[in-house]
Nanobody, 120 residues
Framework: QVQLVESGGGLVQPGGSLRLSCSASGSFGYIDTMAWHRQAPGNQRELVASTRAGNSVYAGSVKGRFTISRDNAKNTVYLQMNGLKPEDTAVYFC???????????????WGQGTQVTVSS
């Protein structure tokens, strides 16, 4: 199984920046997609950005402000968040899909989440 551990959340003023990190550990053969989702109070969890095979996808609300990157050697995904707005306030969750050695099934893992609060 894969365990995902996030770090880098916190309190930041509007217009500020934060960088989230998520490292995968455990027993696995190959990590396919890595992504960030977020959930604000009273809202459904939504995709923020994902990366797979060198391609990245962003939610419209963060495009141009957030950048997802990945270090495959470290099994780590990052989310650089610039120009933060109060509406970006949420718990950010790391997400990954992976296969076990020799396996065909695509498994899913979630991190515990890290709080990002944008407020003056």
């Amino acid at each position: 199984q894969v365990q995902l551990v996030e770090s880098g959340g916190g309190l930041v003023q509007p217009g500020g920046s934060l960088r989230l990190s998520c490292s995968a550990s455990g027993s696995f053969g190959y990590i396919d997609t890595m992504a960030w989702h977020r959930q604000a109070p009273g809202n459904q969890r939504e995709l923020v950005a994902s990366t797979r095979a060198g391609n990245s996808v962003y939610a419209g609300s963060v495009k141009g402000r957030f950048t997802i990157s990945r270090d495959n050697a470290k099994n780590t995904v990052y989310l650089q968040m610039n120009g933060l707005k109060p509406e970006d306030t949420a718990v950010y969750f790391c997400y990954a899909t992976y296969r076990m050695p020799g396996g065909l099934k695509l498994n899913v893992a979630w991190g515990q989440g890290t709080q990002v609060t944008v407020s003056s």
